[in-house]
């Protein structure tokens, strides 16, 4: 071929005859869509899950509650789920995260902080308002129950408040009208018109015990449904709950307080909702 034609010792290239090179523009049907990635979020156990449970895990600055998939998981096994929309789209609200599968200390622990720790003092003093400040943090209502009512929600600590000073104020009544019936004489037997007033004084103290356990009782089994924490060996199978409710109310109190908050970093306040400042993140619930 002769070089004149500007193509040196190449043929002349006919558009469309080689390579099966097609001109034809394709139908909307041929075009690649484009790929929907799901993003999945990788979480490592933090105790031995069933199927369905909700758990809230810490995804960077956002807190999202992931469903554990069908055939649960075993303490430290790696899985991963979908990113919901929601999630996705969750808000940066910062929030203080709960352990889960284990208690964060001992029953025993209540003087980590100090014996004048406000949350020491308060479960001593009257562990029904330190479980009401508990039940405030997870949203329950005045009995240690699950609530969908707001109203209740709010009002659960101001009730067990109002239920605590109403006690303390009835016992104190009784207490000066008993002393005022006693007579000078330390050796002279104290009168018979005092009995009613001492009877009336026991029914009181009994009934306002067995309805702090009551409400400790409710609380303790909810977080360790909620946390997924198992009973110890030291009880019979399903009495721990009423055992530490029953018998040591005081120290499970404050168990649960230091579960539910971080006192090595916010201050602890006595008479609070929540028994810790206003200021401090909420707590996944």
């Not at 622990?109 to 003092?121: E, F, I, Q, R, V």
Request: hydrophobic fraction near 40%; glycine fraction near 6%; charged fraction near 15%.
């Amino acid at each position: 071929m002769n070089s004149k034609d500007g193509l040196g010792s190449y043929g002349q290239v006919n558009q469309g005859d080689e390579m099966g090179v097609s001109l034809v523009a394709p139908s909307p049907e041929e075009v690649a869509k484009p790929a929907s990635a799901v993003p999945m979020i990788e979480i490592m156990a933090p105790a031995t899950l069933m199927e369905g449970y909700q758990l809230d895990t810490q995804v960077g600055d956002r807190v999202v509650t992931i469903t554990i998939p069908p055939g649960g998981v075993e303490k430290g096994q790696k899985f991963s789920v979908p990113m919901s929309p929601t999630n996705a789209a969750a808000t940066s609200t910062p929030k203080m995260t709960v352990p889960v599968g284990h208690w964060k200390d001992g029953l025993c622990d209540c003087c980590t902080y100090g014996m004048c720790h406000a949350h020491c003092c308060i479960s001593w003093w009257c562990h029904a308002l330190a479980a009401g400040q508990v039940i405030s943090r997870l949203q329950l209502n005045w009995l240690g129950k699950t609530t969908n009512s707001h109203a209740e929600k709010a009002s659960a600590f101001t009730t067990l408040f109002t239920i605590s000073m109403t006690y303390f104020s009835v016992k104190i009544g009784l207490f000066l009208i008993i002393m005022s019936m006693m007579p000078e004489d330390p050796e002279e037997p104290p009168p018979d018109s005092i009995a009613p007033f001492a009877m009336m004084s026991d029914i009181v103290n009994y009934a306002y015990y067995l309805f702090s356990a009551v409400v400790i009782y409710n609380l303790r089994s909810y977080i360790r449904s909620k946390y997924a924490i198992p009973e110890s060996e030291s009880c019979p199978t399903g009495c721990e709950d009423g055992c530490m409710a029953l018998f040591c109310s005081c120290c499970t109190a404050a168990q649960m307080m230091r579960h539910t908050t971080e006192y090595d970093t916010y201050r602890a306040e006595c008479f609070s909702a929540t028994g810790l400042p206003d200021h401090v993140p909420a707590l996944i619930v």
